[in-house]
């Protein structure tokens, strides 16, 4: 997964894989492909590697041993042709009434995904555009009256709720789409900008500098556009909070800008400072697989429910402390791509057919920015309208079943109705995102489909462990994070408890084969931030 995983690793509790009630998957259906998924052969699971050759194979092999259809015609795999773009841009100099060279890495980073040798931007005159926000539905545009053409933009991340103190302004420190960097970029662009500066303040973005510095500069993946992602503002950025204070100064501004862009009545402010800079790009081209294999609903088979897991991770890196370099991703995510193999297997079996169809998809290069999904949704196999919903597994706890179901960002849809009901019947309890406001309904694979309207569900096994309480689940998780998450030792081990990943792959199938046997289709929440694409996708427009 892309964020910090709740889950951790390493424990030496032991449980007997038997049959529950609670689902027709047992630990043992898990745990054979679990461990062939994060063996060492397949190096890691990397886009474009042996690896990835490997893995994609045995994917299709299970699907077919299980009896699965393929799901794109007659193969089980569909092509996701990505561009990999590094980028090395120039100091950038501003001139006017804020005058300065910024260095890249430390004042600023900046990108651009044009599939070009090279773009400038020389002169471009600096805005303060807010949030960056274009939301109808809460009233809200920063960029009311404003005409950016050959502007740089300057915005805040998060959204105008974050930290208000007012729960109905968006939905308060619950992070909206409108809050992520990755709309940021989207609007500007929209709008015609020819740069957008995302202002960095760790609290709103989650983050510290270090990780936007990583995260942003070298090389980055992007799926291949028809239009090479000409329509792509030239520059994509962060400028550092000290940078966007001095700019803001100078446009005499010194309140706090948060506050300042929170009121309603908020107008762009020209920052009277240009921008010039340059970057040079490094293209290659490559394409990877999402693999996907179809079970054909009984009565409407042209009615789909899909499940998702990211089977990519992070190759051979640094070695660790061990000598370890094989970045194995056991948990992130052959956890939730062995889940859905056995949940595959699991419906095949079912004495009652499903009546609606069951997709299994695994896609790709989730690490690199959830691009096999964002693939999917812009190119998908069945039609969204007809897909009746998306549940998503990534990164499933390997610390034993719980009596608490987080759901990422709660209070998006009629999907955790579902789960709410199931938890109901076996004594468990629902609980919001721990970190709303780090956004993490969209950081994983679901969110692509809810970006094109289709309802879509991420949920895990909380902290609070059924056989060693809550105390001892959150030192767990958090061991996890610290030493474990996106580290050579995301290790199989055949002592790993798998009852906590049982647990949740077999509320997502009772959830799965009760959307099978219905006619409705679940719906966004009235204030979700998907219900009018969703809206426009079942009036076939
Ligand atoms: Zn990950």
Redesign the pocket.
Known sequence: ??TA?VWFSCNNNKKTDSQTDTGPIADNDIRGYLSALADDSLTGRKPFTEGETKTINYLAAQFKQIGLEPANNSSYFQDVPLVEITGTPTAMQLNGKTSATLKPGTDFVASTRQELSSVEIKNSPLVFAGYGVVAPEYGWNDYKGLDVKGKTVVVLVNDPGFKSGNRTLFHGDTMTYYGRWTYKYEEAARQGAAGVLIVHQSEPASYPWSVVNTSFSGSKLYLQQDDKHLSRCKMEGWVSEETAKKLLAGAGITEDMRAYARKKEFKAVPLKTTTTISIVNKLKYSTSHNVAAVLKGSTRPDEYIIYTAHWD??GIGQPDAKGDSIYN?AV??ASGTAALLAMAKAFKNAKEKPQRSIVFLSVTA??QGLLGSEYYGSHPLFPLNKTVGNLNMD?LSPDGESKDIPITGRGQNDLEDYVEAIAKEQGLTVEADPNPWAGGYYRSDHFNFAKVGVPALDMHTGPDNKEHGREWGTKQADTFNAEH??QPSDNYTRDMDLSGMTQTANILYRIGAKLAGETTFPQWKKNSEFRAIREKSMAGK
């Open positions: 997964m892309l995983a991770h992070l991703g992130d995510n989730e690490e990164a998450y996106h």
